[in-house]
């Protein structure tokens, strides 16, 4: 009798992952959801109603994004569930990870997800769609370090900062800037013009 039950539970829970399946999207967890599932009826009016829990699959550090789109099945389409989250590919950050400064300085959004870069100086430099998959790749670029060489001015420029209190220490593009001899004043930088000069 138990044996008979436990192969019962199996058999449901396949046809209940067949029947989401079929609709638009497929890459979201269908069983043992928590926090941010969505509730669907994978039946079309006319037949039984049955409900299952969706959800995204934990990825990237994030235990459930928020970011899916899933629709009950209807007189004409199927049900569907698609994680969004899921569907980025890549060493860009989306999503939940996208957060303070690197979500206000992104432009970038799919489907009213975020997307960002790890540092604030990233910049998104590819996002496109892989192949004949539903899945996107986005690649994060850092600008090239401006030359030390091209600045003017009395600051201290590059690896000379190094052993310099932080807090006194500017930065352009991954160009360290900072006082002559670490002093603690501060900085009179015009990025335009490529000058630095202490303030005295």
């Known amino acids: 009798m138990n044996s008979v039950s ?3 539970v199996a058999l449901v829970t396949v046809c209940l992952v067949v029947d989401v399946t079929r609709g638009q999207g497929t890459n979201c967890k269908v069983t043992g959801c928590g926090p941010n599932s969505r509730r669907i009826n994978v039946r079309r009016p006319g037949q039984p109603a049955r409900y299952i829990d969706v959800c995204c699959r934990p990825e990237d550090g ?13 007189a004409t389409n199927n049900a569907f569930c698609e994680c969004d989250f899921t569907r980025i590919k890549g060493n860009c950050e989306r999503g939940e990870q996208c957060t303070g ?3 206000i300085l992104s432009p970038f959004s799919f ?7 790890e540092t604030f100086t990233g910049r998104v430099s590819r996002f496109n769609q892989t192949g004949n998959t539903r899945d996107y790749i986005c690649q994060c670029s850092e600008p090239p370090v401006p030359n030390a060489d091209d ?9 000379q900062c190094n052993g310099c209190d932080a807090g006194y220490v500017g930065n352009v593009n991954g160009l360290k800037l900072c006082c002559a001899n670490c002093v603690k004043k501060g900085l009179n930088i015009n990025a335009g013009r490529k000058t630095c000069n202490c303030n005295v």
């Open 101 to 103: 400064i690197k979500a």
């Open 111 to 117: 489907n009213g997800m975020k997307i960002c870069c």
């Open 62 to 74: 994030i235990q459930s994004s928020i970011y899916l789109r899933a629709g009950s099945a209807n």
């Open 151 to 159: 600045w003017t001015g009395n600051c201290w420029k590059g690896s």
């Open 6 to 8: 436990l192969i019962c």
